[in-house]
């Protein structure tokens, strides 16, 4: 299996989603977050951020989401979550100075 970036069209494709979570984070500009305002890495860790620290429901309003939009960001979350060795991206993010 690749991973694509999905990040404004980047297509960029990865064997190793750790080294797609990787480029996201260190190639791709940081988002504000839209509910809350903290700045994160785009990509995965927004969705992480977003699902793990709001309630879908501020989501849906801040980004002017659907249920689907939710659903389909919720699969690819828990699709990384279920891949990668989060550990590895965290260490080689810290090594790499980009978290």
Avoid at 40 to 52: E, S, T
Avoid at 81 to 90: H, I, M, P, S
């Amino acid at each position: 299996m690749t991973w694509a970036c999905g990040i404004d069209g980047c297509g960029e494709v990865f064997e190793e989603i750790e080294d797609a979570i990787i480029h996201q984070t260190s190639e791709h500009q940081r988002r504000e977050c839209k509910v809350c305002g903290v700045v994160v890495p785009d990509g995965y860790l927004a969705l992480r951020h977003a699902f793990n620290e709001h309630t879908r429901a501020e989501y849906v309003r801040a980004y002017d989401a659907n249920s689907d939009d939710v659903r389909e960001r919720e699969e690819v979350k828990d699709e990384v979550e279920a891949t990668a060795d989060l550990q590895q991206v965290v260490e080689r993010l810290n090594d790499s100075g980009s978290l």
